[in-house]
Nanobody, 125 residues
Framework: HVQLVESGGGSVQAGGSLRLSCKAY????????MAWFRQAPGKEREGVAA???????NYVSSMKGRFTISRDHTKNTLYLQMNGLRPDDTGMYYC????????????????????WGQGTQVTVS
């Protein structure tokens, strides 16, 4: 099993930047596809970006260009660099891991993601 712990959320003004981190503990070899999801108040959870063990990335189109997902295998840590933040980026951001490779552009609906972190709040005003 894999345990995930997010950090790095906070409050920022529009146009600002934040870098989220997600540290993986336990049997981290299960963490093939890792991803970020977010949930805005009153809305359904949505995928943000995913990355495979080989570094292949996939983004939900509206985030591409502003957000960058990366991972450091030596630190078992996933990152999300968020630039040009907007008020509609406000929400709880969750890290997730799956023991399968990412399903390409359909990762956010095809990968089951059995492992989740507790979330970190991002507020943009």
């Amino acid at each position: 099993h894999v345990q995930l712990v997010e950090s790095g959320g906070g409050s920022v003004q529009a146009g600002g930047s934040l870098r989220l981190s997600c540290k993986a503990y336990g049997y981290t070899y299960d963490a093939y596809c890792m991803a970020w999801f977010r949930q805005a108040p009153g809305k359904e959870r949505e995928g943000v970006a995913a990355i495979d063990r080989d570094g292949t990335t996939n983004y939900v189109s509206s985030m591409k260009g502003r957000f960058t997902i990366s991972r450091d295998h030596t630190k078992n840590t996933l990152y999300l660099q968020m630039n040009g933040l907007r008020p509609d980026d406000t929400g709880m951001y969750y890290c997730a891991a799956d023991e399968h490779d990412c399903y390409g552009g359909n990762w956010h609906v095809m990968n089951p993601f059995p492992y989740w972190g507790q979330g970190t709040q991002v507020t943009v005003s």
